[in-house]
């Protein structure tokens, strides 16, 4: 219900659903590239991560991913996402895996 009601505040953004799924992709990539999952393997991997993923941590690299694009201005932002709010230092972004918290 939480993540319901985070994404329908667009918070940072309009389009807070897609760095909340890039997040999530961001998270699990070594274990996706790791394993070469093709399309079927990778859905059914994301759909047996409901109920699973760490929320905070998730929403934290989100707006994360919101703020840099917004900043960088060399990515491609989709039209109609408002400015980021500034931010003094970039460091207190650092993203981890899941896996190198195992």
Known sequence: ????EVLWTHYGSEHLHLYVCVAILKRYRRKIIGEE?????LLKFINELSGHIDLDAILRDAEALCICAGEN???CIPPGTPPSLPVDD??????????DVL
Do not use: I, K, N
Not at 1 to 4: K, V
Not at 90 to 99: E, G, P, T
């Open 1 to 4: 219900m939480r993540l319901w």
């Open 37 to 41: 999952m093709d399309f079927d393997t």
């Open 73 to 75: 201005g060399e990515s």
């Open 90 to 99: 970039a460091s207190m972004y650092y993203q981890q895996d899941d896996d």
